[in-house]
Each structure stands twice: as structure tokens, then as C-alpha cells.
């Protein structure tokens, strides 16, 4: 897959997250370095959704704060 595939497949996905009001979280690891910031289109389609920023935790279930808006995620679905 080539990395233009797999931004559209990304963009798409959050499409039907968002066509079906599912519960989004946005995060990334070490977006002011070799990683970079969340793509422009995500930002744009949850406008209203913070960012979580790890600075350099690859694994996200390691961050507290992810595990806690996934946590919140599960408690407004119930």
C-alpha cells in the first residue's frame, strides 16, 4: 500500500466514524518531530476533538490520558 492509500483509507474511515457518531480519538507521538501532526482532514472532520500528544510513547495504551478517553468512550455508549 502506498503511503497516498493509506492516507485515503485513514480519511475514509474517520468518514464512517463520523457518519455513524462513533466515538473518535485523535493521538499521535512525537507530532513535532519525525512523525508529524495529525493530518489537516482529521482535524477538520472533529473539528471539536482534542489531540492527544504523546511525546514519544509509540504504544498509546501506555499514555494515561488515551486510556482515560477510551474509558470515557466506553461510559457514554453504556
Known amino acids: 500500500m502506498t503511503p497516498e492509500e ?3 483509507n485513514v480519511i475514509d474511515l474517520a468518514k464512517t ?3 455513524f457518531d462513533l466515538p ?3 493521538t ?3 507530532d513535532w518531530g519525525p512523525n508529524g501532526t495529525i493530518h489537516p482532514e482529521l482535524s477538520t ?3 471539536d476533538v482534542k489531540v492527544i500528544r504523546r511525546p514519544g510513547v509509540i504504544n498509546a495504551w501506555r499514555w494515561p490520558e488515551f486510556r482515560e478517553a477510551v474509558n470515557n468512550t ?3 455508549s453504556s
Open 6 to 8: 493509506f492516507k485515503n
Open 17 to 19: 466514524a463520523k457518519i
Open 24 to 26: 473518535v480519538i485523535l
Open 28 to 30: 499521535t507521538s512525537v
Open 45 to 47: 472532520l472533529f473539528p
Open 74 to 76: 466506553e461510559e457514554k
